[in-house]
Structure formats: C-alpha cells, structure tokens
C-alpha cells in the first residue's frame, strides 16, 4: 500500500529535493506550504499541497486533522521547515523550536503519526569541533549562534517526548542546484576574490542536496528512532581546498584576500544595517560571520557509513554539477 509522506518547507530548497524523491520512491506525498509559498519547483501532478502555517497551530490542526480522515495518518513526517537566517534572533525561536514544538504536539495529541518523525536539524546545532576532531553524533553540543540553539533546543524537546518514535539529521552546509547561499561564493570567485576571513585556516565539510535526500530516506525507512544522524559527503575539506576546487570548476584564476576579523565585523553590522532598512536579511550579518569564523566544521557521519550510506558527489563533482545548473540558469558566465 502507498505510505503517506508529509514534507514540511516543501516550497524551500531542501523541501522540493525531499519532495521529488518522495515521488520516485512511491510515496503519497503531501507538501505543506503557506499560502504565499512558490510553487516552481512543485509541478508534479501527484502531489497533495496542505496550507500549513506553522505559526498557526488551530489551522494546522484543521488541515492535519481532514487529511488523515481522507487518506489515513501520515507515516513519516520529514520537518523540513525552519530558518537559517533572520533580522530578529527571536525568530528563530518562533519558528524553529516553538513551530516543531505546535506540530508535535498536533501529531502527537491526534495521533496522525504512525512510524517516525524526521526533523530536518543542521550541524549547527552541535556547534564547532573541539581542536581538529570532526564533530560526531555523540560530541557534546556546543552551538554558537541563535540559529543552532534554536536547532538544539528543538532537539531537545524531542528527546523530552515519550512514545514519540522521531530521526534527528544534522545535515552539514547544503549546496547544489536551486540553492542561493552558495551562489554568492562562487560569484565572488567568478568576479576573482577568494576570501578569507581571520588568518586561521578552517576545516569544512558539505553535502550535495541530492546526497542528503538519499540520507534522509536512507535514515527514515530504517529501524532507528530517537537518535541523530549527522550528513555530509564523508570527506573534510580545508578553506584552501575548497577555493581550488571552486576556481578548479569556475576555471578561473583568483586573488586571495585575507579579510581581517575587525573589518568582517564592521563589514557584517553596515550590511545589518542596510538590512534592516530594506526588510532583508542581508548574507553576511554577525550571526553568520560567527560560522565562518569558526575553525572546525569537520564532521564524522559513523550512522549513516553504517547504514550502507555512499555519497554520490564528492564537492568536485558535486560543484560541476551546481555549477552547471547555475550556468543553465543564466546566474554564473
Ligand atoms: N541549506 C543548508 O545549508 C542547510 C544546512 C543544514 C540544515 N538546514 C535546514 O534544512 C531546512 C531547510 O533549509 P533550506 O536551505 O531548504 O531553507 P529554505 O530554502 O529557506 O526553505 C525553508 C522552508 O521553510 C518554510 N518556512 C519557513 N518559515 C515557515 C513558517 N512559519 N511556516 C511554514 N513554513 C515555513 C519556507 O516556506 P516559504 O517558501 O513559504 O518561505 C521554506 O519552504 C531548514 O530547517 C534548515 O535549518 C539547511
């Protein structure tokens, strides 16, 4: 029989990714959007929308409540939903733990969840490494922005919820088509700037969407509840490494420019400010600059390794293939 899958962010990038191959692996899948939510990477036919505002928990409730009257409860529930960036740290709090916290309790208190619930973390919410070790599930979470305390926060309220059977995967930096965070770093190598901030050189790791979507379902449909599942493309990369395979794809050359940490910061606050004035959260703000700063983003995915995980893309092949999408799209020469 057809499970029902319902994906939450479905209209973000990471949500439509999670939908498509919901589709290709059988599912009934339903996409939970708001009302002003686009619709462009959702074409396909087959696919229910559900109007949920996670901020509105009696509608959600509605919503939730008819459809598992006319199609039966959800059997997975991936919580894609959520924000990495704001004006207000508030907010991250509002949306992130308090929104996961209105959802639970719906699915919980109805009963309209019959085998897990997936929520959709980053490894934010562990923070940085300690020294050069990689991040692992069982590190001692220390996060350093607003945004990963709002992430662990909402994992904790998950692991304080009994006879709740729940998956939480801590994707590392996400990139590949439709993304637009990534696009800037890449313009900005295009436009011959390879930038670093502070003098210390970073350890990073990333994950193409396509490979964490694999993760996810991989994760989901397998026995394992109440635990997290850290994702990445199973290698570490240093800021060097990245910015030669990035010109390496661009096939452009570039200056290195070492940006020093006081300048970032003022840099960061004007670039608030702008924001601030224009309703937009601009790309680089204080709280993201913290994450470039940071030394140590390695990660250690030992779960999924077990699970039989292996990573199509390595950030080689992983980039030519953004790359080329970006390049389909008129967004990179
Ligand atoms: N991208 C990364 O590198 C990365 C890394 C680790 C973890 N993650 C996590 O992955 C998830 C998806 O990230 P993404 O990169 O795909 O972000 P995204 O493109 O900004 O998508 C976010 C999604 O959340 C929805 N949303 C936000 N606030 C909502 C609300 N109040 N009610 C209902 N829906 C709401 C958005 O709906 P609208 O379209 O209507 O705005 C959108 O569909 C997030 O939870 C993020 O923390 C991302």
């Not at 070790?133 to 996060?143: C, W, Y």
């Not at 637009?180 to 295009?190: E, G, I, N, R, Y």
Request: with cysteine.
């Amino acid at each position: 029989m057809q499970k029902n899958v319902l994906i939450t962010g479905a209209s973000g990038f990471i949500g439509s990714f999670l939908v498509e191959e919901a589709i290709r692996k059988g599912y009934r899948v339903f996409a939970g959007i708001r009302a002003s939510s686009s619709r462009q990477y959702l074409s396909d036919p087959s696919i229910h929308f559900l109007e949920l505002d996670l901020m509105d928990s009696v509608a959600m409730q509605q919503t939730l409540q008819q459809t598992a009257e006319k199609y039966g409860a959800f059997d997975y529930v991936i919580h894609a939903a959520g924000i990495t960036k704001s004006l207000h740290l508030s907010e991250f709090y509002d949306v992130n733990v308090a929104s996961t916290q209105r959802l639970v309790n719906i699915l919980q208190q109805q009963q309209l969840l019959k085998e897990k619930f997936v929520f959709i973390s980053s490894l934010a919410s562990y923070g940085p490494g300690v020294g050069n070790d990689p991040i692992t599930a069982l590190s001692v979470p220390n996060p350093i922005t607003a945004y990963g305390r709002s992430k662990r926060e909402a994992e904790n309220l998950l692991y304080q919820t009994t006879d709740f059977p729940f998956l939480v995967i801590n994707p590392t930096a996400v990139y590949g088509p439709r993304d637009k965070d990534f696009l800037f770093v890449l313009q900005a190598v295009q436009q011959k700037l390879e930038l670093y901030v502070g003098s210390r050189e970073q350890l990073l790791s990333f994950v193409h969407v396509a490979d964490l979507v694999k993760a996810v379902f991989l994760s989901m449909e397998s026995a394992h509840t109440r635990r997290n599942v850290l994702v990445s493309d199973l290698a570490n990369y240093t800021t060097a490494e990245m910015n030669r395979i990035i010109k390496q794809q661009l096939g452009v050359s570039a200056i290195a420019v070492t940006v020093p940490t006081w300048i970032a910061v003022f840099a960061a606050v004007l670039s608030e400010a702008v924001g601030n004035l224009r309703g937009k959260v601009p790309l680089l703000n204080r709280e993201r600059l913290k994450e470039f700063r940071a030394s140590n983003w390695a990660a250690t995915c030992t779960e999924l390794e077990n699970l039989g995980y292996r990573p199509a893309h390595t950030l080689d092949s992983g980039l030519a293939d953004t790359i080329a999408w970006y390049r389909g799209k008129g967004l990179l020469k």
